[in-house]
């Protein structure tokens, strides 16, 4: 049985807002939460892993293909590039990049 769609913060965000009483619905969000921060985690440090050898390759591979699509970790490099971004306009007193 295949995974609905995974939910993005807003998504995330709209549930806690429509049941912010439930303890359990909170309780549930704190877990995701967390599990985030580790697919967050993994991410950082995934140029920094080595591909093994054998199936287990395969494995891996699929693994940091399906990392990448992770809408958490989407969201983080969007989040990252528009901090990187030249801003519209510069700034008094500063020099173009």
Same mark, same amino acid.
């Given at each position: 049985?295949?995974?609905?769609? #995974?939910?993005?913060?807003?998504?995330?965000?709209?549930?806690?807002?429509?049941?912010?009483?439930?303890?359990?619905? %909170?309780?549930?969000?704190?877990?995701?939460?967390?599990?985030?921060?580790?697919? %967050?985690?993994?991410?950082?440090?995934?140029?920094?892993?080595?591909?093994?050898?054998? %199936?287990?390759?395969?494995?891996?591979?699929?693994?940091?293909?399906?990392?990448?699509?992770? #809408?958490?970790?989407?969201?983080?490099?969007?989040?990252?590039?528009? %901090?990187?971004?030249?801003?519209?306009?510069?700034?008094?007193?500063?020099?173009?990049?």
């Amino acid at each position: 049985m295949p995974f609905k769609a #995974p939910l993005t913060h807003s998504e995330l965000r709209a549930i806690r807002e429509r049941q912010p009483w439930n303890a359990d619905v %909170l309780a549930l969000l704190w877990e995701v939460k967390r599990m985030r921060s580790m697919l %967050l985690r993994l991410h950082q440090v995934s140029g920094d892993l080595k591909r093994p050898a054998g %199936l287990m390759g395969d494995i891996y591979d699929e693994l940091l293909a399906g990392l990448a699509t992770e #809408p958490c970790v989407v969201e983080m490099d969007q989040m990252t590039a528009e %901090l990187l971004e030249a801003p519209a306009k510069l700034r008094k007193g500063m020099a173009p990049r």
